[in-house]
């Protein structure tokens, strides 16, 4: 092969190799193209939590670090006649049920939740959006309700049904609900608060009860939390990305 | 390095040698990075987007002051796009804030054209994003373990001795200023004005980008609280991140600026095959 013909293979194939990606830069659009991409967030998840461990605690701040205003965002009032019931008996008919793959399914009132053992922490909220708020959370660790009920050893996912439609729809599968795995919910400050920088939880935010899982985004932290069911795979459910935002594109995991 | 005469078969003039400029890692990372960086940069102003406001500290949202606003208003001209930082405001209707997405004026802070995808789907840019993160992060770390174990950076970034001084520098500037740029033996390796913006974008854009990156995600935050009390909170990495990516552009726009007006064809041969055409040195032909 001459200088020139091996050259012009070079930069032939060089410049063919640079097509190629080209084209499959193009092809990323198609759904074989969303699988890759997609790809990504199972390296994420596993990158974060091999680098967190199971205990790595999001950064608590100071009472003086707490926003002035926490945006109130999502659902700022569920619109149902017995949503509407329940704010109007201050909750007290409101149960939170824990069934599924339990040993024991069981109700708690809003009475029963603030008698048991509560965590406080002032924490960063991060929407996806990328604005943060901060604010102090006090709730019943999630991860203590469950071991009051039991799990079944089948158990792999926490799901959250919420009472809030985000998305009108014959269906109801504009529902609210999310799902978190079990290292998220046995986490220590994976709570379901009931107060808000000091208060009783504001309808905005999500009264009675909200989740907090500390080291995930915002869409994670479903608000007026009616039910809890322990699942071992959240693909039967709506969408089966498990969560509202998930059947409409976001990550299942959103550490990031 | 090995350079090779080259005879009459390429129809070269005598004179004109071709050396070997850039090693195949350095080629091929170069490329990637010019695929995952342009990703990057559009799948970033779709996320941008979602919510086009900076701020400083730990927390800000709507309500909260920011740093940076692109928005949009309503009065009786109709809608108009404005940017605005540091309590001015300056109008940019139909690029900024209010830009034509299938012919509709469009309340949206980057215009269609600039992101990926061009619609308003942030769930789909963040999945480009954090792909092509990550192929960013690996690739950036194969340069960087060949750079260092190869010698690039000691043999070919580093500055030699001299080549700091104040006077030194200056002359390269007025050189550079009057687009006179290095033959013969002198263009065998990079100036130092080269050599110090390639390390300022390998050594500081770059780890800048994905240490501000790795900020605003909760769940790193979780792992390394650290990164939070060096940048000063997760909005004031948010902003960094920012203004990191547009030093970014801006030495994009400058280092083609430059590829073209120093010989775009014999720049761009060098970094698809590796081969630089330099004049040798002697009696000029």
């Known amino acids: 092969m001459t200088t020139l013909s091996r050259r012009r293979f070079m930069i032939g194939s060089t410049l063919g190799a640079t097509v190629a990606a080209l084209a499959g830069y193009g092809a990323l659009k198609q759904d074989a193209g969303a699988t890759v991409l997609r790809s990504a967030e199972q390296l994420t998840m596993r990158a974060q939590r091999l680098l967190q461990g199971r205990g790595a605690l999001a950064r608590e701040f100071s009472e003086a670090d707490i926003s002035p205003s926490f945006r109130v965002n999502g659902s700022t009032m569920p619109d149902s006649d017995e949503y509407a019931a329940l704010l109007d008996g201050k909750f007290a008919d409101w149960r939170l049920k824990i069934d599924g793959l339990v040993v024991q399914p069981r109700e708690f009132s809003l009475t029963d939740l603030k008698k048991l053992p509560a965590r406080t922490q002032i924490t960063r909220h991060d929407c996806v959006e990328g604005w943060s708020a901060i604010g102090k959370w006090t709730g019943v660790p999630l991860g203590s309700l469950l071991r009051s009920v039991g799990l079944k050893p089948s158990a792999r996912f926490a799901v959250l049904h919420c009472a809030d439609e985000l998305e009108k729809t014959l269906d109801g599968s504009g529902r609210y609900y999310e799902s978190i795995d079990l290292i998220d919910a046995f986490h220590p400050q994976t709570i379901l608060a009931y107060a808000m920088n000091g208060k009783d939880l504001a309808v905005g935010h999500g009264a009675p009860l909200r989740l907090r899982v500390e080291r995930q985004l915002g869409y994670k932290q479903a608000k007026y939390v009616m039910r809890i069911e322990i699942v071992d795979s959240f693909g039967g459910l709506w969408g089966g990305s498990g969560g509202y935002w998930e059947d409409r594109g976001y990550e299942w995991y959103a550490g990031i | 390095m090995s350079d090779e005469k080259t005879g009459h078969e390429n129809g070269r003039q005598a ?72 309590g001015i405001e300056v109008p940019t209707t139909g690029f900024l804030g209010i830009s034509s997405f299938e012919g509709e004026p469009t309340a949206r802070a980057f215009p269609a054209w600039l992101t990926i995808p061009s619609d308003q789907d942030l769930a789909t840019g963040r999945r480009w994003h954090f792909f092509f993160a990550w192929l960013f992060v690996i690739n950036g770390a194969a340069y960087l373990r060949s750079g260092f174990l190869s010698g690039h950076f000691r043999r070919d970034l580093a500055p030699r001795r001299g080549q700091l001084s104040a006077s030194y520098l200056w002359h390269e500037i007025v050189t550079h200023a009057r ?32 240490l501000t990156g790795l900020t605003m995600s909760p769940g790193v935050d979780a792992a390394f609280p650290a990164l939070l009390d060096l940048f000063g909170g997760r909005q004031t990495a948010r902003t960094i991140h920012f203004i990191t990516a547009s030093l970014l552009v801006k030495f994009v726009l400058v280092h083609v600026a430059m590829v073209v007006l120093s010989g775009a064809w014999n720049n761009m041969r060098s970094m698809i095959t590796g081969r630089y055409a330099i004049r040798e040195s002697g009696p000029k032909a």
């Open chain 2, 15 to 86: 004179g004109t040698i071709l050396i070997r400029r850039h090693s195949v890692v350095t080629r091929v990372t170069h490329w990637l990075n010019v695929l995952c960086l342009t990703a990057l940069l559009l799948s970033g102003l779709q996320i941008f987007n979602a919510h086009p406001e900076l701020y400083w500290g730990q927390y800000g949202a709507d309500g909260d002051p920011a740093f940076l606003t692109i928005g949009s208003a309503e009065d009786k001209g109709g809608l108009r796009g404005f940017v605005r930082a540091g």
């Open chain 2, 179 to 210: 687009l006179r740029f290095p033959e013969g033996e002198e263009a065998r390796h990079y100036n130092v004005l080269q050599k110090l913006t390639y390390l300022v974008v390998i050594a500081g854009f770059l780890p800048m980008m994905v």
